[in-house]
């Protein structure tokens, strides 16, 4: 099983800044991550899939990067809206075997 | 736009079998792009991969879950369902469907039901 490993726990930052989440994986998973945002009582949203593209209605400050075992999350100036939890998920498996991470949460400094 | 949600009972007891179902609206549940999947989240904690089925019946499922879960789907009621056996208190959480393009994440969540496992 790959193992997803997501730094740091909790990140904050303040409004307009920009917040940069990793994600780690314990084995190659090529470009096959996505990232969710998760608020409170609100199911997760998909950001970012397929480790660089940003999924339909999501906003450019939203960018991820990386690919192989190591991956980035960057929001590149904070809205109120943004604070959250993210997580990261590998989807590289063949038959499908998907991972989570543990999550980082975003929270206003 | 697809929408997605889950139905089934609230409460279940230790032993029993945990039964949800996800139905499939403003769209085609017979679809080569997607699988459909089930995600939990307990109180407090992360997201946890179940399962996913494709539409002809083919499922995939989480090895540390394997022994007690089982998924199916009903294209004709544009369904499907999740069974989980000999439930335990470790099972309380909220409980998602999604659909998942097959080489992609889960772009289309339901909105989640909670389901408690007590006495």
């Known amino acids: 099983e790959i193992v997803m490993t997501q730094s740091p726990a909790t990140l904050s930052v303040s409004p307009g800044e920009r917040a940069t989440l990793s994600c780690r994986a314990s084995?190659?998973?090529?470009?096959?991550l996505a990232w969710y945002q998760q608020k409170p009582g609100q199911a997760p949203r998909l950001l970012i899939y397929?480790?660089?593209t940003r999924a339909t209605g999501i906003p450019a400050r939203f960018s991820g990067s990386g690919s192989g075992t190591e991956f980035t999350l960057t929001i590149s100036s904070l809205q109120s809206e943004d604070f959250a939890v993210y997580y990261c998920?590998?989807?590289?498996?063949?038959?499908?075997?998907?991972?989570f991470g543990q999550g980082t949460k975003l929270e206003i400094k | 736009q697809v929408q997605l949600q889950e139905s089934g009972p609230g409460l279940v007891k230790p032993s029993e079998t945990l039964s949800l179902t996800c139905t499939v609206s403003?769209?085609?549940?017979?679809?080569?792009?997607?699988?459909w999947g089930w995600v939990r989240q307990p109180p407090g904690k992360g997201l946890e991969w179940i399962g996913s089925i494709y539409y002809s019946g083919s499922a995939y499922y989480n090895p540390s879950l394997r022994s007690r879960v089982t998924i199916s789907v009903d294209t004709s009621k544009k369904q499907f369902s999740l069974k989980l056996n000999s439930v335990t208190a470790a099972d309380t959480a909220v409980y998602y469907c999604?659909?998942?393009?097959?080489?992609?994440?889960?772009?289309?969540w339901g909105q989640g039901t909670k389901v408690s496992v007590s006495s």
């Open positions: 403003s769209g085609s549940i017979s679809s080569s792009t997607y699988f």
């Open positions: 397929g480790a660089s």
């Open positions: 998920q590998q989807y590289n498996n063949w038959p499908p075997l998907y991972t």
């Open positions: 999604a659909r998942q393009v097959t080489t992609d994440g889960f772009d289309v």
């Open positions: 084995q190659s998973v090529s470009s096959n």
